[in-house]
Each structure stands twice: as C-alpha cells, then as structure tokens.
C-alpha cells in the first residue's frame, strides 16, 4: 500500500530503546504458534481474520506489532502494569489476563511486580487464538487457555482470581447477546475482594481544547510521571473538542460506522466508569486518565532548551502548589520534547495509523472509494501526519482510561 513503509517494527525500538521502558522477557515480535488454525481464521483480503467474529482486526504479525506497541505506549505512559492502589499493600497472586493476545502484558506485568518483590504470580492468559508464545520459557508462571471470550461459562472455579484484568477488549466484546452475560462469568471467577481493571483506549480521534489546560488532578508520583513522558493526566469531566486535521475528521466519521455496523463502542474510555458503577457486586471504584499528544502542542513548539529540565526533575510539579497546598491552574507546558518523549507521541500516533490501515477494506467500504482512491487518500495522509513540518495537529491525542473496581466482601480480611 502506498504510504505505508516504515511502519512496521523500526519503532518498537523507538519504545523499547527510551531510558527506563518496562523491560518483557519475551521477544516484541515473535512468530505465532502452530495452534492458530484454519478451524478458528480465514483468509479475507489478503490477511488473516477471525471466522465469524465481529472483531474487525486481522490476526497476524502486523497487527501482533501494533497491539505490542499500544501497550508498551500504555505502560510507558502510566509509569506501571498495574493501576488500582490497592495493589501497592496487596499485590495479587492470581491473574487472568482476558484477551490476551501476545501475551505481553502478562509479561511486563511480571516483571513489574517481580521488581517490587513480588514473585510466583500465577497468570493464566486466554483468547480465541493462541497467539502467545509460552511465556514459561521465559521465566513467566503461565497457562494459556482458548477461547472465544463470549463462550460461557469460562472454565475457572468460583472465586479463583485475585484480579481479572481487560484490557483492549472492546472490538472484541460487541454490545450484542452473547455479550451480555461476560460481566457476570467475570465476577464469578474473581474472589471476593479481588479487582477487576481495565485497559482501554478510543477508537476515534479528539483534541485537547486548547483553552482549558487539564489540571493537575494526578497523584504526586503520577504527575512526575506525566512530566518526564509530556503527557497529561485528565480530571473527570474535562473537556475536549472535535479534531481539526481533515483526515482524522473523516477517519472518525468511518470507524464510527464500521464500529457501529458491528454494535462495538467507538470511545469505551467515557462509558466504562458509568458502565462498572451499573453493577451492584462492585465498588470501590476508581479511574485514571491521560491524554498522549500526537505532535507538539502549540505551546511546545519553540520553547526553550532551558525548559528541558524542569519537566524532567518533576519541579513542574511542585511548582504547580501555591502557598496555601492547593492547586494552581497550570497552564499549557512551554517546553521542548525530549527525544524519549518525541517517540512516545510519535509511537501512539503511529499505531493509531497502522489501526486504519488493519481496517481498510472496512474502512474503504465506509468510504466508497476505490481502491485507487483509498491508496490516494492514504497516502496523502501518511504524508500530512508524518511530514517534517510539524503543523498537522493542534492538540489531537491517543485517549487511555484505566478503571478499577472491587468485588464486593463481607468482610475486610477476605482478599488475604
């Protein structure tokens, strides 16, 4: 396809290269296993895809790197694998990593609470296909599982896990019956007092408003993270508006209809809180937001080499408490991008990129182009996204939510 060179594994080193990146024991890219079979894909222009599955994304090597980089981007930005607080006293023992894909998270994660302390955590990954290489070899204490996760019920005793971890799911969870009982199976698998957290990102591009700054809402330790990574935690509520880059508006209008056709949510990130809080065997709720800038914010671009420094020793942060400990309203950052920062924006955009391209004969459908027009207009996006001149966003970003909530106990001590 025309425009679309480079877009393969050079950037899962522009990730894994950044200064202190979680580190996977397992390779970024590796060839799937035997075990995905013709019984479970079919072959349909030119890739494979899941047999009578509204999951509009192919399944292949290609896909596997761009689902790798989204969730390097995803850790790189939060700063850890895992988000719920309660996890820093409590960390769990048993975890399912529902639709796991590559199995990556379940690799960093590892490590992750292996460099806390915290080792023999049992994961156990399932999916439709078995796309995972066996993470045993590499030190991982790991089962896989097949299955299509709309086949219920799951095969897990009750009670079983210390936390049920989703992340990226939505494509692969329409809003349609088979779906519905998914939440339920969930709980009845976790312990009571166990956590279900879940990764998710939207399908459609906004912006950043420009005149409404996020607040710095976050945490200590998660706004230091947002300063060394130039991304920005977002307060619930905050507002954003529609994207003016005249490629994102039309891809938006697409996917909409290509997710809409398949009853797949086009932004899970502010319907998931609403949607955990519906369900009366959970509580304790709680969410993270942020927001990865596609390119330089207007604010950015010209700045200083002296501003460097400060958005990397986390003195933003502090700088941003008056006298008194509350908070100011911080402005827009006037900074300049660290290389580790110019490739993590440069990585979410990319896979938003590779994205469109996995859907294109979906998306050429939405369209009603034609082959040769969709390579034009491809193209020329490709050329407007990734050009040197740096214009062609004014706040446009990758949104990520995580959500958290407790199955709820009887008593305090029963998620020992």
Request: with cysteine; net charge negative.
């Amino acid at each position: 396809m025309a425009g679309t060179a480079g877009m393969g594994g050079s950037y899962l080193v522009a990730v894994a290269a950044q200064r202190n990146p979680p580190r996977a024991k397992t390779p970024l890219v590796e060839a799937p296993p035997v075990e995905i079979a013709s019984s479970v894909l079919e072959l349909r222009h030119g890739r494979p895809y899941i047999k009578d599955s509204p999951y509009p994304l192919p399944v292949d090597l290609t896909e596997f790197n761009r689902q790798n980089l989204r969730t390097l981007v995803a850790t790189q930005a939060l700063g850890k694998a895992l988000c719920a607080p309660r996890f820093a006293k409590m960390p769990p023992k048993r975890i399912l990593d529902l639709t796991c894909g590559t199995g990556l998270w379940s690799s960093l994660c590892d490590d992750y609470l292996k460099a806390t302390g915290v080792g023999d955590v049992e994961f156990i990954g399932m999916d439709i296909a078995a796309t995972a290489p066996d993470l045993s070899k590499h030190g991982v204490n790991w089962k896989f599982v097949q299955r299509d996760t709309r086949d219920l019920p799951y095969p897990f005793e009750d009670d079983y896990f210390d936390l049920v971890m989703i992340k990226d799911s939505t494509m692969t969870m329409p809003l349609d019956e088979r779906s519905l009982g998914i939440l339920d199976e969930l709980l009845r698998i976790l312990k009571e007092g166990g956590i279900l957290e879940a990764w998710e990102s939207d399908h459609v591009i906004r912006s950043l408003d420009p005149d409404t700054p996020p607040s710095r809402s976050g945490t200590v330790e998660e706004e230091l993270i947002a300063d060394a990574t130039a991304t920005f935690n977002l307060p619930r509520g905050h507002p954003f508006v529609p994207t003016q880059n005249k490629y994102f508006l039309q891809a938006n209008a697409w996917v909409e209809q290509v997710l809409d056709w398949e009853s797949i949510l086009v932004a899970p990130c502010p319907r998931m809180t609403e949607m955990m809080a519906q369900e009366e065997s959970l509580s304790d709720h709680g969410s993270r937001r942020i927001a990865i800038p596609f390119g330089e914010l207007p604010s950015e671009r010209g700045a200083p080499n002296s501003q460097r420094s400060s958005f990397s020793s986390g003195r933003a942060y502090r700088d941003s408490f008056l006298s008194d400990g509350s908070r100011e309203k911080a402005p827009w950052p006037e900074r300049t991008l660290t290389p580790d920062q110019a490739a993590l924006r440069h990585t979410a955009l990319l896979t938003n990129l590779q994205m469109y391209q996995a859907m294109e004969p979906l998306l050429k459908k939405a369209s009603g182009k034609t082959t040769d027009e969709w390579s034009q207009w491809f193209a020329s996006m490709m050329a407007d996204m990734l050009g040197p001149e740096k214009t062609a966003f004014a706040g446009e970003c990758l949104e990520i939510g995580v959500f958290w909530a407790t199955k709820a106990q009887p008593r305090a001590d029963r998620f020992r």
